[in-house]
């Protein structure tokens, strides 16, 4: 797999998987206003995946298009960090992942921004409008659960807990990143690792919530080793064209 | 407050710069910043504007149904109100 299609195709599944999760919450928010906010974000990170893949898919240059890569390729083949597949049992778990994500994002597409790759810059400068004011929400819901009530705060704490775990990987580089930082492709994430760990230590300080130390780091979804939440995700999500082969939307 | 939504606000929406705000609808929110992002996911999707107000309802003091008659009834019969007595002189542009 050549390095700039692998690139991008771990930025496609990012979103993908992302969307698709908040895409569950559909119908089921927690009032009428919060469910439309919610699947308005998830309809921008879909749409930012959609043209992630096919570019990817122009990259790889095999005529595939982004709906060959989203609902034919299987659970080893996707290229997501563990975190985006995470489950979210409860929406205090739906915004600390989502925070996590959106910070990290707005970083990375900022730098992004900048790529060589005219395409690829130019979707991360569109996302970095969206992606703030992704960030505006969930931050502010942060800010809700962690100073709300001493339930709200606990759940929200709980979340923090179990999904720590998955941000080490956000930062890891491999010799894809490589290849992609050398080549003006891609950005390092050293670049603003220091700087969007502060941010996010200074939202949860100021939202009575504490990130867990010394947690022992998961690591793998880059290289398609995932947790097992992801085949459930994909189940679902390829249903449709694995069942009725050649269809066509 | 009668449900778990949170209370009612009104939403006002400025099309362009300059023009006033239109109202163009209500929502449910727990505070400001809530209201002002609802009311920007809700109102503001399809380019409807480029600012936003929003207001808690209880602050909005309304007339009330009743008070037709004698608020806006005597109105009627004083077309002296209306400047269509006037003779606008030629050379006044943009009246």
């Known amino acids: 797999m050549n390095h700039h299609f692998k690139y991008l195709l771990r930025l496609a599944d990012n979103s993908l998987i992302n969307a698709q999760c908040l895409c569950k919450w559909t119908g089921h928010g927690p009032f009428l206003e919060e469910d439309l906010a919610l699947t308005n974000i998830a309809l921008d990170i ?8 096919e570019h990817a898919a122009l990259i790889e240059g095999n005529g595939k298009s982004d ?22 049992p409860d929406y205090a778990y739906t915004i600390i992942k989502q925070v996590i994500i959106d910070s990290f994002d707005l970083n990375l597409y900022k730098e992004l921004s900048k790529s060589k790759d005219d395409v690829l810059a130019g979707i ?15 931050s502010s819901w942060v800010n809700r659960f962690g100073l709300g009530t001493e339930e709200s705060n606990q759940r929200a704490q709980n979340a923090l807990n179990e999904l720590w775990r998955f941000t080490g990987e956000l930062c890891e580089t491999d010799e894809t990143d490589e290849w992609a930082i050398k080549n003006g492709i ?3 994430v050293e670049n603003f690792k220091a700087s969007w760990q502060t941010q ?13 130390e010394n947690t022992f780091m998961q690591t793998g979804g880059k290289n398609g080793i995932h947790t097992e ?3 459930y995700i994909l189940a679902e999500m390829q249903t449709l064209p694995k069942a009725h082969v050649g269809a066509t939307w | 407050m009668s449900d778990s939504q949170g209370p009612m606000w009104e939403v006002f929406v400025q099309k362009k710069a300059g023009q006033p705000f239109v109202h163009c609808g209500n929502l449910h929110a727990f505070d400001k910043e809530m209201a002002l992002q609802n009311a920007r996911d809700l109102y503001t ?28 009834e005597p109105a009627n019969d004083k077309i002296f109100r209306h400047p269509t007595f006037y003779q606008v002189p030629d050379i006044i542009k943009h009246m």
């Open chain 1, 186 to 188: 891609g950005c390092s």
């Open chain 1, 46 to 53: 879909l749409g930012r995946s959609k043209l992630l893949l």
């Open chain 1, 200 to 212: 996010l230590k200074n939202l949860f300080n100021e939202s009575n919530l504490t990130i867990p």
């Open chain 1, 124 to 138: 991360a400068a569109k996302s970095i409008k969206e992606i703030t004011y992704h960030y505006r929400h969930t």
């Open chain 1, 67 to 88: 709906d060959d890569l989203a609902f034919h390729r299987s659970e080893r083949e996707f290229l997501n960090t563990k975190l985006v597949e995470q489950p979210t």
């Open chain 1, 229 to 231: 939440h992801l085949g």
């Open chain 2, 45 to 72: 999707r399809r380019m409807e504007g480029v600012a936003l107000w929003v207001v808690k309802s209880e602050h909005i003091v309304a007339s009330s149904p009743e008070d037709q008659g004698s608020f806006f």
